[in-house]
């Protein structure tokens, strides 16, 4: 993306990011809640498992344990995966909404699509792309300025999402 295109996306972008950031620390606090509540869970049926063991024998309550807490840290494990998919997901759904939003303003979606032709030069024809927002071509070249591939850069390129699986 050219300099100039970076520069007149930039409100946008700081707006989608730190709109962003707000969704991304609420959705991180409902998920973290939500891990501690599952760990706890677990916790406390593999001690309800140990103390069963206990009963049958130490040496099968060495291997059901070892069994158990494999089988929970898997668990727990793909839960915290599923959640860190779906807050992803999430917020990805919530940048395109907020960008088509801005985009339905009528200056900043026209100022978008002249941009993206002027990024090409004269003769560039610029198109209403598929889910919002523009794509400009001349020959060969395209830019794309389509909702899909604004809210996929700007998701990327926001340092506080890799704050989300820490």
């Known amino acids: 993306m050219s300099t100039p295109v970076r520069k007149s996306l930039e409100p946008v972008r700081s707006a989608l990011l730190h709109r962003a950031q707000t969704d991304a620390a609420a959705v991180r606090a409902e998920t ?3 891990c501690t509540r599952l760990l706890a869970d677990a916790g406390a049926e593999a ?6 063991a206990r009963g049958t024998g130490r040496a099968d309550a060495a291997r059901l344990a070892k069994a158990e807490e494999a089988h929970t840290r898997r668990a727990a494990h793909a839960l ?3 959640a860190q998919r779906d807050v992803y997901e999430e917020l990805c759904r919530r940048v395109a909404e ?4 801005a985009l339905d303003d009528r200056r ?5 699509a002249a941009r993206a ?3 090409l030069g004269p003769g560039a024809t ?3 792309a598929t889910g919002g927002g523009f794509t400009a071509r001349l020959g060969d070249r395209c830019v794309d300025c389509s909702v899909a591939s604004l809210t996929a850069h700007a998701v990327e390129s926001a340092e506080a999402v890799a704050e989300l699986w820490r």
């Open 126 to 128: 610029v198109a209403p």
């Open 32 to 34: 973290a809640r939500s």
């Open 80 to 82: 915290v995966l599923a």
């Open 117 to 119: 032709a002027a990024a």
């Open 47 to 52: 001690e309800r498992l140990l103390e069963m």
């Open 98 to 101: 907020a960008l088509r939003a």
């Open 108 to 112: 900043l979606g026209p100022a978008l």
